[in-house]
């Protein structure tokens, strides 16, 4: 039975990426997007026998760097590992309409683990339809 169940969620695990590949491929074209501002906020996050227990705080109140330091050296931090929201605000030309247009990219970590900043050109994927919409690539 367990056998069988580890089926189906593999079965559904493969449909959802291959559903993704097609999505990307028919509704969106690549184009290059400039960064316009960058939002990176961190907090502290650890699962413990099952139980998930996150820090309220974040890069607001301390940077990234000292999230990551209080986990190296704070034994009361040891064992979390710090996690990211990460907001970029992007500037792109819409295949739709062929005129510039701003969208907001949320993640959870930087594409290829580099920090990007205002200016940076990113690739992204802008729909063939809606002028707003916009997704990685």
Known sequence: MRLAG??????SAVGIVAY??????????RVDARVSGVNDQCYLEKIERGILTKTKWTSDMVGCEAAELMRKDNPKWQGYNVRHKI???VVYVSPVDGISHQSVLRMASFP????????DLLP??????????TRLT
């Open 112 to 119: 290829c683990g580099q920090p990007l900043h205002a200016g």
């Open 124 to 133: 992204v994927l802008a729909s063939r339809t809606k002028v707003d919409r």
């Open 6 to 11: 580890l089926a189906i969620t593999l079965a």
């Open 87 to 89: 907001e970029l605000r």
């Open 20 to 29: 993704d590949q097609y999505d990307k491929s028919t509704n969106y074209t």
